[in-house]
């Protein structure tokens, strides 16, 4: 049951992940001027937010607090935040990622609270 509710937060963080990528990360040939592959460049925008998942389903403390789970979201989209200002793109792309990394924390926290607290008593432990 665990598994299906990991998969469901995780689905929903590869949704989110894909659109963020998709609508803010840098244009290979952007890349390319660095002397980076565009694919490889653009690997850590598609790798990086990912780990967000594991670490709200197994981290109980963690999805408790909204404010610990947008600031986890905000600090694992600085790293592409500021892969985008040394590409040369707008400042508003680096904010656009700094603002969905933080939205991104605090929705899959809200999910994952609310999915895993059906399965739990009033006491905390598992039925």
């Known amino acids: 049951m665990v598994t299906m509710k990991f998969a469901a937060v995780f689905g ?12 803010f990360g840098p244009a290979a040939s952007k890349l390319d001027s660095l002397g980076l592959r565009g694919w490889a460049a653009r690997a850590p925008f598609y790798l990086l937010p990912l780990y967000l998942s594991p670490l709200i389903i197994s981290w109980h403390e963690l999805r408790g ?20 200002i040394a590409a040369r793109c707008p400042f508003r792309e680096a904010a656009a990622h700094a603002v969905f990394g933080l939205l991104q924390g605090l929705l899959l ?10 399965g739990q008593s009033a006491s905390g432990v598992a039925a």
């Open 109 to 118: 926290a809200r999910l994952a609270r609310s999915l895993l607290a059906h």
């Open 65 to 84: 607090s909204y404010f610990r789970t947008g600031l986890l979201g905000l600090m694992l989209s600085v790293p592409s935040s500021l892969w985008v």
């Open 12 to 23: 929903m963080n590869l949704l989110f992940t894909l659109l963020e990528c998709g609508l």
